[in-house]
């Protein structure tokens, strides 16, 4: 039997959120991080993410919002992108981390939540 070809997938492409206010919710991504919508369709509003599109549809009634993951959004200006995450109401967790420091650079982390509970964060390279 062969090996199977590697890599067994051509990468991420789509994650799913659950929302009680889908549109609403979608407004706020656009805001806070300039995500563009892409199209709607039967209640969900789909967005580039930047090569993933973001899909955020109407919240099954067995689950819970928020959930276990993370969304990372790696900033093109760091403050920039900080200003319009708090201007669109959201506050962050903590000030900037340092991650990982390099020549002339520090991996920063920013965390914080959407209106809705989920967890977010601003992930990326900065310099030093």
């Known amino acids: 039997m062969s090996a199977p070809p590697e890599p067994l997938v051509t990468g991420l492409r789509q994650v799913a959120l659950g929302s009680r206010d889908p549109r609403r919710l979608a407004e706020f991504y656009h805001a806070a991080l300039g995500l563009n919508i892409l199209f709607e369709t039967n209640g969900m509003v789909f967005m580039d993410g930047g090569g993933v599109r973001l899909?955020?549809?109407?919240?099954?009634?067995?689950?819970?919002?928020?959930?276990?993951?993370?969304l990372?959004?790696?900033?093109?200006?760091?403050?920039?992108?900080e200003r319009a995450v708090e201007s669109a109401g959201?506050?962050?967790?903590?000030?900037?981390?340092?991650?990982?420091?390099?020549?002339?650079?520090?991996?920063?982390?920013?965390?914080?939540?959407?209106p809705e509970g989920h967890a977010l964060a601003l992930l990326g390279w900065t310099a030093a």
């Open 55 to 70: 899909m955020i549809g109407a919240k099954p009634p067995e689950e819970s919002l928020g959930g276990d993951a993370i």
């Open 90 to 114: 959201a506050r962050f967790l903590h000030t900037r981390i340092v991650l990982q420091k390099a020549e002339g650079r520090d991996l920063i982390l920013r965390a914080f939540k959407d």
């Open 72 to 81: 990372y959004f790696e900033p093109v200006v760091w403050d920039v992108a």
